[in-house]
C-alpha cells in the first residue's frame, strides 16, 4: 500500500483552502476598487440556527441599482449592530448588480480570513502529527 497517500491528500486540502482565500480575497478587493457604492437599508430580519443551537438574527437589506431592487443578507449575524430602517454601504458590480457585499471589513474579509486560519491549522495537526506520533506525512 502507497504509504504517500496521506501527504498528497493534506497537500490538495492546503492547495483548495488557499485557492479559496485566493478568490475570496480577490472578489471583495475587485469590489472595493471596482465596484458601485449604494446605499441598501435593512428591511427585514432572517433568522438562522447556528453550530451551537442558537437562533441569531441576520439583517436583510434592499438596495436599488437602475430602478430594479435587490436584496442581500448579511453573513455576519449582528443582533446588536443593525437595527430596522438603518443604512449601509453596499458595493455591486458594475456589471451584475446581484453580485454585490456589504461594505464591512468582516462581511469583505471574513471568509477569506477563515480560509487562511484553516490552513494555518492544517499546518499546525501535521506537526503536531509528526512531533507525536512519528508519522511522515
Not at 50 to 75: L, M, S
Request: charged residues 20%; aromatic residues 16%.
Amino acid at each position: 500500500m502507497n504509504q504517500k497517500w496521506p501527504s498528497y491528500l493534506f497537500y490538495v486540502l492546503v492547495i483548495c483552502f488557499v485557492l479559496l482565500s485566493i478568490r475570496e480575497s480577490i472578489s471583495s478587493f475587485w469590489l472595493l476598487i471596482e465596484g458601485n457604492r449604494i446605499t441598501g437599508k435593512v428591511i427585514r430580519f432572517e433568522s438562522d440556527t447556528n453550530n451551537r443551537k442558537k437562533t441569531v438574527k441576520r439583517p436583510v437589506f434592499e438596495y436599488k441599482v437602475n430602478g430594479n431592487t435587490y436584496t442581500i443578507k448579511a453573513d455576519i449575524s449582528s443582533d446588536l449592530q443593525y437595527d430596522m430602517n438603518d443604512t449601509e454601504t453596499i458595493l455591486t458590480s458594475p456589471s451584475n448588480a446581484d453580485f454585490a457585499k456589504i461594505s464591512s471589513f468582516l462581511e469583505l474579509w471574513l471568509s477569506s480570513l477563515l480560509y487562511v486560519f484553516a490552513v494555518i491549522a492544517f499546518f499546525a495537526f501535521r506537526f503536531a502529527l509528526r512531533m507525536v506520533f512519528h508519522l511522515k506525512i
